[in-house]
């Protein structure tokens, strides 16, 4: 029998996980660290106290070039490019013509082109849907070469600064290149950890040597894929292919903020984006069900996807994450509810492994988010 595993790719900083005794597991075609000896609970501690190194160069890299690169970005898109300028970087995302996220992303502008980030499990999707979209004036090109290594944490910015100094005075959602003990790199002020940080691109040939001066410092640990993800939903963040997918809309996922106000009912170009019917509408009038923050009673945590119901019985949403939070010390939830039943403080009955767990709806996110604000 073929072997899946067989099939899966290596990041270029496969044999350092290795090396670091990392529990390797598969996720979106590739060999990733789940976690290293310190388990995920005191990564995740870690990164929320200290700073935290992750590798998440199975993420796509792609790099729009040409005259049309705006116009080809904002017929997928439901942003306004033209406000944001060389060096700056926004969150947003690929919609369908059913008004549903394709994926959600990090778009930055550079001086002579854009650059996505996007989602592991999407990324060839995404290049074939952009590339589709491009016409004779755009080009699109994939990064293969390319590794991403983010630095999350309080002490994040101390240790980069050691480094290259000039990375200190980086807003959040910005970038720029700087070199990094010599090495050349793409550095953005930005993760998804909810804490200040960066996500820096590099050379598949220098990323081992990066990593390793980085780690070098007694501050800094290596932490998986588990703690990066208890992390995103200690923020609130959304893991697409659990809390948005390709049926559910910004409307619904409470990600209005990120539709420039240009594209909305009332801005100066509304729409002409795939699903803008359904997009504008649900702008006017809101769908029947909303993203919401939940906290389970008791220890126990609930795990999507797990059906709510109100205390009659009736059906009422799902959890699409669900955990435990090291930070708040107990289990924690987002998940989907029908509006009426969404209010801060409303309660929603499920069952998990035939105990039943009442969850209730609490303000997103779990933990404050952190990031560098310009001073």
Not at 219 to 247: F, K, Q, Y
Not at 283 to 298: A, Y
């Amino acid at each position: 029998m073929d072997d899946p595993a067989a099939h899966l790719q290596q990041t270029a900083l496969y044999e350092l996980h290795q090396s670091l005794g990392a529990r390797i597991v598969p996720f979106a075609g590739y060999h990733m660290p789940l976690n290293y000896p310190p388990g995920i609970i005191k990564e995740h501690r870690h990164t929320r106290t200290s700073a935290s190194l992750f590798d998440v160069s199975h993420m796509g890299q792609i790099r729009i070039h040409g005259a049309g690169a705006i116009e080809t970005l904002e017929s997928l898109m439901p942003i306004d490019l033209s406000t944001v300028e060389p060096g700056q970087q926004r969150y947003n995302f690929l919609t369908n013509s059913n008004g549903g996220i394709v994926d959600d992303l990090m778009i930055s502008r550079f001086d002579d082109y854009w650059q996505l980030i996007v989602n592991a499990a999407n990324k060839m999707k995404d290049l074939e849907l952009i590339t589709s979209a491009c016409g004779s004036r755009t080009t699109v090109d994939y990064q293969h070469d390319a590794a991403l290594i983010a630095l999350q944490g309080p002490a994040a910015s101390t240790i980069l600064s050691r480094h290259s100094p000039q990375t200190a005075s980086l807003p959040f959602m910005h970038h720029g290149q700087f070199e990094i003990n010599g090495i050349p790199c793409s550095v953005s002020r930005s993760g998804y950890t909810g804490e200040d940080g960066f996500e820096i691109s590099v050379s598949n040939s220098h990323a081992i040597a990066l990593a390793q001066n980085l780690l070098a410092h007694p501050e800094v640990e290596a932490a998986g894929l588990g703690c990066r993800d208890s992390l995103r939903l200690e923020a609130g963040l959304c893991l697409h292919g659990n809390d948005i997918n390709e049926e559910t809309s910004p409307l619904e996922a409470n990600l209005l903020w990120a539709i420039s106000p240009d594209r909305r009912v009332n801005g100066k170009r509304p729409g002409k984006f795939p699903g803008d019917a359904r997009i504008l509408k649900e702008m006017k009038s809101p769908p029947i069900q909303c993203r919401v923050g939940l906290r389970p009673e008791g220890k126990i945590a609930v795990r999507p996807p797990a059906a709510l119901f109100t205390e009659t019985g009736v059906e009422s949403g799902l959890v699409t994450s669900g955990s435990f939070g090291p930070s708040v010390e107990g289990p924690i939830a987002m998940g989907y509810v029908k509006r009426d039943l969404s209010a801060l403080g409303t309660r929603h009955h499920t069952k998990v492994r035939g105990n039943p767990i009442i969850l209730t709806v609490v303000d997103l996110p779990f933990v404050a988010h952190n990031y560098h604000r310009r001073q």
